[in-house]
């Protein structure tokens, strides 16, 4: 089963690189980020998904309005686990929030990334935060 964490970073990245222009991403420490510089740290961060080698034990959680998968890699090289929960609102527009958090042995150690209905919503690399957009 694929987590569809790398297919999710690089479709936000080309969003980013076609629509992104005169757009700021705020960051935690209080200083901004373009959005096409932020489309590359998403290119950088894809690469953090599970590889065709890695071996591992799959849970599965599911309820009306969610679910939740967590990949649990045995003998971790870099990943140590890696989860995706969907929530979908049954009521009113039916809106999708996807959470991605992918643990790491060697940094980032934690990289969390929240899409709202295919649209990027909050980057966690570690400490650092970023989050939404806003035009200049």
């Known amino acids: 089963m694929q987590t569809e964490f790398s297919k999710t970073c690089i479709q936000l990245s080309n969003d980013l690189k076609k629509s992104g222009h005169g757009e700021l991403i705020s ?12 489309s590359k740290i998403l290119l950088r ?9 890695d071996k591992y034990e799959l849970e599965k959680v599911e309820s009306v309005k969610s679910s ?7 003998n971790p090289k870099n990943i140590k686990r890696l989860e995706k929960l969907t929530f979908k609102a049954i009521s009113g527009p039916g809106i999708t929030i996807i959470d991605y958090d992918v643990y ?33």
């Open 68 to 74: 939740k998968l967590i990949w649990k890699i045995k």
């Open 104 to 136: 790491r042995i060697t940094k980032p150690n934690h990289i969390h990334l929240r899409v709202l209905e295919g649209e990027f919503e909050e980057l966690t690399i570690d400490k650092m935060k970023y989050s939404e957009f806003f035009e200049i």
């Open 27 to 38: 960051k935690s420490d209080g200083k901004y980020i373009e959005a096409i510089d932020f």
């Open 45 to 53: 961060i894809s690469k953090y998904d599970l590889s065709k080698e």
